[in-house]
């Protein structure tokens, strides 16, 4: 994977977590026949080399199940000719979410990454083989007219911040991965992290496998010197944390900080994910409370070993969208498209406030917006310089981050996002590019805040159909009644929502609040049933730091729609039409659906169908189609299409399905064909390699009015 500074994942052991490196029952690692395998999986193999992103040719990370010894390993290896090249020491604190040993292995003489994560995924102790891909720092150098203005501080209010805190020299410690840190630096070298534990004798003091680390880790040279070569990462510390009040240069978002510099992007900018793994494992290991990602890949589908070193770490990380002006929810670029709890992604703006023309974005996928344009800060050699990128965005964010760990050490990750995303300032011109709609506010985001919004007056509903509702209200205040509040949490269920079940309940999308005693108005489309039925909706208000209001609960009587076609796929008789290895499973709680690979994954190549009865559209008018559905498809290439036919020959295509997606509704538009009998198609396509699990359907309705 080409990485820039700026997947779906199998079923894991059900068998109870081990400590990383715990001695274990031998396991049989000697029988796999790798060469037979290799010619059984030659066309998968070529189906992958066609869609690797940049990569290091011939080696491979490989996640093992979980409780396997080093002679186990060794085993394994040698049972494939190839040679384990670093074998990742996963924090005892971090084993129980990592589930699993990872290793990074020379795959053999003669054999290419793909033909090696074809083959080697076969293994019945493989959870999974990814390439090691490249990763490259996301920033886009503008002309340096040595401008000294700090526009992006003064944007996101930070003298302001700064009469709450500064920051600590004693406080949270900030782990920047890229390209390294110039801690000689005289505008940094005060707010660099030393390790406590650590001498500058030769050996290894802490006993962490790296000696001198007195400052980070370099990576690539598994060093304790992570000194910056390529200006990157030096940046990007300058942003979080120059030295401030020092009458010199340029000031960060802390004045006062502890930057640990981890240094996996070489001096061309440019590093491999094998290392990036191994700077947040160390960052995890020495106690970072946020970690800065300003690089990333495009393409591919997401590597898991990246996904799981991030997600399995206790530290809040923070990481760049990517610069290739694009949708990240349709064009993914990671880690920035990886969904996780601890994880905030960063899109670019301009000193105009606008969007930066480089930056992607994704309503999804990107959280927040912060200044990246034309920003100024040191380089190595103690010297400034100026750049733009999200690369330059995201350190705006993991400042202020470090801010809010200062002024409140016992901040949960859950805290520190909602008081980063509650406290945005929301701009029209941001609305469907971030999920807040707003760009980073350093000040809101610290207030010493713990009165929350009142609730919301006079909720009801103003307007209702079988498929859609209108509800009304009074907006409150920030604080009780007074100012504007900063947002609204939405939700509805099939049974009454009270204070413990609310979380539970889906959640319906809104933009910012009106004005304190101004009337609000939000729409949302329903499921369509063909019963009438009550559907219970609650309403919360938030604060910028994430305090919300008293809940407010609606029920609202929802009339039955006009049903053309309704199964819930459990009847004794069936009529629906399956290609291929198309067949009705059991599953818990759901009872029977019906399933493209009910015997497992489905076959790499598959082109199988499922269609429908004859549904008669006649007497219906604005008609849909909703269902139930869980897939697990290779993201981008293997698809599950959506499709409709009036005729039985010419089949329009109503959606696609691919990715990864636990059971939820979906509902697609077939008002194109009111008055016609049609039928509905369900076509998996599947490319020559990386099958999953598949795709389930249940519940499926044909409504309308």
Same mark, same amino acid.
């Given at each position: 994977?080409?990485?820039?500074?700026?997947?779906?994942?199998?079923?894991?052991?059900?068998?109870?977590?081990?400590?990383?490196?715990?001695?274990?029952?031998?396991?049989?690692?000697?029988?796999?026949?790798?060469?037979?395998?290799?010619?059984?999986?030659?066309?998968?193999?070529?189906?992958?080399?066609?869609?690797?992103?940049?990569?290091?040719?011939?080696?491979?990370?490989?996640?093992?199940?979980?409780?396997?010894?080093?002679?186990?390993?060794?085993?394994?290896?040698?049972?494939?000719?190839?040679?384990?090249?670093?074998?990742?020491?996963?924090?005892?604190?971090?084993?129980?979410?990592?589930?699993?040993?990872?290793?990074?292995?020379?795959?053999?003489?003669?054999?290419?990454?793909?033909?090696?994560?074809?083959?080697?995924?076969?293994?019945?102790?493989?959870?999974?083989?990814?390439?090691?891909?490249?990763?490259?720092?996301?920033?886009?150098?503008?002309?340096?007219?040595?401008?000294?203005?700090?526009?992006?501080?003064?944007?996101?209010?930070?003298?302001?911040?700064?009469?709450?805190?500064?920051?600590?020299?004693?406080?949270?410690?900030?782990?920047?991965?890229?390209?390294?840190?110039?801690?000689?630096?005289?505008?940094?070298?005060?707010?660099?992290?030393?390790?406590?534990?650590?001498?500058?004798?030769?050996?290894?003091?802490?006993?962490?496998?790296?000696?001198?680390?007195?400052?980070?880790?370099?990576?690539?040279?598994?060093?304790?010197?992570?000194?910056?070569?390529?200006?990157?990462?030096?940046?990007?510390?300058?942003?979080?944390?120059?030295?401030?009040?020092?009458?010199?240069?340029?000031?960060?978002?802390?004045?006062?900080?502890?930057?640990?510099?981890?240094?996996?992007?070489?001096?061309?900018?440019?590093?491999?994910?094998?290392?990036?793994?191994?700077?947040?494992?160390?960052?995890?290991?020495?106690?970072?409370?946020?970690?800065?990602?300003?690089?990333?890949?495009?393409?591919?589908?997401?590597?898991?070993?990246?996904?799981?070193?991030?997600?399995?770490?206790?530290?809040?990380?923070?990481?760049?969208?990517?610069?290739?002006?694009?949708?990240?929810?349709?064009?993914?670029?990671?880690?920035?498209?990886?969904?996780?709890?601890?994880?905030?992604?960063?899109?670019?703006?301009?000193?105009?406030?606008?969007?930066?023309?480089?930056?992607?974005?994704?309503?999804?996928?990107?959280?927040?917006?912060?200044?990246?344009?034309?920003?100024?800060?040191?380089?190595?050699?103690?010297?400034?310089?100026?750049?733009?990128?999200?690369?330059?965005?995201?350190?705006?964010?993991?400042? /202020? +981050?470090?801010?809010?760990?200062?002024?409140?050490? %016992? &901040?949960?990750?859950? $805290? @520190? =996002?909602?008081?980063?995303?509650?406290?945005?300032?929301?701009?029209?011109?941001?609305?469907?590019?971030?999920?807040?709609?707003?760009?980073?506010?350093?000040?809101?985001?610290?207030?010493?805040?713990?009165?929350?919004?009142?609730?919301?007056?006079?909720?009801?509903?103003?307007?209702?159909?079988?498929?859609?509702?209108?509800?009304?209200? /009074? +907006?409150?205040?920030?604080?009780?009644?007074?100012? %504007? &509040?900063?947002?609204? $949490? @939405? =939700?509805?269920?099939?049974?009454?929502?009270?204070?413990?079940?609310?979380?539970?309940?889906?959640?319906?999308?809104?933009?910012?609040?009106?004005?304190?005693?101004?009337?609000?108005?939000?729409?949302?489309?329903?499921?369509?049933?063909?019963?009438?039925?009550?559907?219970?909706?609650?309403?919360?208000?938030?604060?910028?730091?994430?305090?919300?209001?008293?809940?407010?609960?609606?029920?609202?009587?929802?009339?039955?729609?006009?049903?053309?076609?309704?199964?819930?796929?459990?009847?004794?008789?069936?009529?629906?039409?399956?290609?291929?290895?198309?067949?009705?499973?059991?599953?818990?709680?759901?009872?029977?659906?019906?399933?493209?690979?009910?015997?497992?994954?489905?076959?790499?190549?598959?082109?199988?169908?499922?269609?429908?009865?004859?549904?008669?559209?006649?007497?219906?008018?604005?008609?849909?189609?909703?269902?139930?559905?869980?897939?697990?498809?290779?993201?981008?290439?293997?698809?599950?299409?959506?499709?409709?036919?009036?005729?039985?020959?010419?089949?329009?295509?109503?959606?696609?399905?691919?990715?990864?997606?636990?059971?939820?509704?979906?509902?697609?538009?077939?008002?194109?064909?009111?008055?016609?009998?049609?039928?509905?198609?369900?076509?998996?396509?599947?490319?020559?390699?990386?099958?999953?699990?598949?795709?389930?359907?249940?519940?499926?309705?044909?409504?309308?009015?």
């Amino acid at each position: 994977m080409q990485v820039q500074s700026i997947g779906g994942q199998r079923p894991l052991p059900s068998a109870a977590v081990k400590p990383s490196h715990a001695a274990a029952e031998p396991k049989d690692t000697v029988s796999f026949d790798i060469d037979r395998v290799r010619r059984e999986t030659e066309a998968e193999a070529r189906s992958i080399d066609s869609k690797l992103p940049e990569h290091l040719e011939g080696e491979a990370l490989v996640k093992l199940e979980p409780g396997l010894s080093s002679a186990d390993l060794d085993q394994f290896a040698q049972a494939l000719g190839a040679r384990i090249l670093h074998r990742f020491d996963i924090p005892p604190e971090l084993a129980a979410d990592f589930q699993g040993e990872l290793v990074h292995l020379a795959l053999p003489e003669g054999m290419t990454t793909s033909q090696g994560i074809a083959a080697i995924e076969k293994h019945p102790l493989v959870v999974y083989a990814e390439s090691n891909d490249v990763l490259t720092g996301t920033e886009r150098r503008v002309p340096d007219d040595l401008d000294p203005s700090l526009w992006g501080l003064e944007k996101i209010e930070a003298p302001e911040a700064w009469t709450q805190t500064i920051g600590s020299r004693t406080g949270p410690v900030i782990a920047i991965i890229d390209s390294g840190i110039d801690y000689d630096h005289p505008d940094l070298a005060r707010n660099v992290w030393t390790n406590p534990r650590e001498q500058a004798n030769g050996k290894d003091d802490d006993g962490n496998g790296v000696a001198d680390d007195l400052h980070g880790y370099n990576t690539i040279r598994d060093s304790g010197d992570p000194m910056d070569d390529n200006d990157h990462g030096s940046h990007v510390a300058g942003t979080i944390a120059a030295v401030g009040n020092n009458g010199r240069g340029v000031v960060g978002v802390n004045w006062e900080s502890r930057l640990m510099g981890l240094k996996f992007l070489a001096a061309n900018g440019k590093g491999s994910t094998s290392n990036a793994v191994k700077a947040i494992l160390y960052a995890s290991r020495q106690g970072a409370r946020i970690t800065n990602n300003s690089w990333g890949s495009k393409g591919g589908w997401g590597n898991r070993a990246l996904e799981d070193a991030l997600r399995s770490s206790p530290a809040l990380h923070i990481v760049a969208a990517g610069n290739d002006a694009e949708d990240i929810d349709e064009e993914p670029h990671y880690p920035g498209a990886f969904e996780l709890p601890n994880l905030i992604t960063v899109a670019s703006t301009d000193s105009q406030d606008q969007l930066s023309s480089f930056s992607n974005f994704g309503f999804q996928r990107v959280q927040l917006a912060a200044p990246g344009s034309g920003i100024y800060s040191t380089v190595p050699g103690g010297g400034y310089g100026t750049m733009s990128g999200t690369s330059m965005a995201t350190p705006h964010v993991a400042g /202020v +981050a470090g801010l809010l760990a200062s002024k409140f050490p %016992r &901040a949960t990750n859950q $805290e @520190l =996002r909602d008081r980063l995303l509650g406290s945005a300032d929301v701009l029209p011109q941001l609305q469907g590019y971030v999920t807040t709609g707003g760009r980073l506010n350093a000040r809101r985001a610290l207030e010493q805040d713990g009165v929350a919004p009142a609730p919301v007056d006079g909720l009801r509903a103003s307007r209702v159909t079988s498929g859609e509702v209108e509800l009304s209200w /009074v +907006a409150p205040g920030d604080d009780g009644l007074e100012g %504007r &509040a900063s947002g609204y $949490e @939405l =939700r509805f269920s099939n049974e009454p929502l009270t204070e413990q079940n609310f979380d539970q309940a889906r959640r319906m999308p809104t933009g910012a609040p009106a004005a304190a005693g101004q009337p609000d108005t939000r729409r949302g489309m329903l499921f369509p049933s063909s019963a009438a039925r009550t559907i219970y909706f609650g309403l919360k208000a938030y604060d910028n730091v994430g305090n919300r209001s008293a809940l407010r609960s609606l029920a609202v009587p929802v009339p039955a729609a006009r049903v053309a076609f309704e199964d819930d796929m459990d009847g004794f008789f069936n009529s629906w039409t399956g290609e291929a290895n198309w067949a009705r499973t059991s599953v818990p709680g759901r009872g029977k659906v019906w399933t493209d690979s009910p015997d497992g994954e489905y076959t790499n190549g598959a082109q199988s169908s499922l269609v429908s009865p004859e549904i008669d559209l006649r007497q219906v008018r604005g008609s849909e189609v909703t269902f139930d559905a869980r897939y697990d498809l290779e993201r981008g290439y293997d698809k599950v299409h959506v499709e409709a036919t009036s005729n039985g020959s010419d089949w329009a295509e109503l959606g696609q399905l691919s990715g990864r997606r636990n059971w939820d509704r979906h509902r697609y538009d077939l008002s194109r064909f009111d008055g016609q009998k049609i039928r509905l198609r369900f076509r998996l396509e599947a490319d020559a390699s990386m099958a999953r699990d598949g795709f389930y359907l249940d519940r499926l309705m044909v409504a309308g009015r």
